[in-house]
């Protein structure tokens, strides 16, 4: 069982940055980040690869974030980031951290995650 705790959600203006955290108790090869707005569906924000010897890389975004957006992550503090800049309303979701015991190169769906947090509320005011 892989637990998964988000942190670092906030409001803040249209502009503004914020940094998400997840810490896990495990690796897993794949992990993410993924969004849920009012009303609608929880989409992928971004996804890293994580190696056996603890490295990250391979990122992956959405077009609606990338180039604002960051993630990475850092095995020696057992800590997922996503680096959020250049906020804008349509960012304002609940953020969820994910992982994968899946090793395949693609990029992996929703469904291929069992492992969620709880999330963290993100808002941004224009």
């Known amino acids: 069982e892989v637990q998964l705790v988000e942190s670092g959600g906030g409001s803040v203006q249209a502009g503004g940055s914020l940094r998400l955290s997840c810490a896990f108790s495990?690796?897993?090869?794949?992990m993410a980040w993924f969004r849920q707005a009012p009303g609608k569906e929880r989409e992928v924000v971004a996804q890293i690869k994580s190696d056996v010897y603890g490295g990250f890389g391979g990122p992956y975004y959405a077009d609606s974030v990338k180039g604002r957006f960051t993630i990475s992550g850092d095995n020696t503090r057992k800590t997922l980031y996503l680096q959020m800049n250049s906020l804008q309303p349509e960012d304002t979701a609940m953020y969820y951290c994910?992982?994968?015991?899946?090793?395949?190169?693609?990029?992996?769906?929703?469904?291929?995650?069992?492992?969620w947090g709880q999330g963290t509320q993100v808002t941004v005011s224009s």
């Open positions: 495990a690796r897993r090869p794949r």
């Open positions: 994910a992982a994968s015991r899946v090793i395949r190169s693609s990029l992996l769906r929703e469904v291929d995650f069992e492992y």
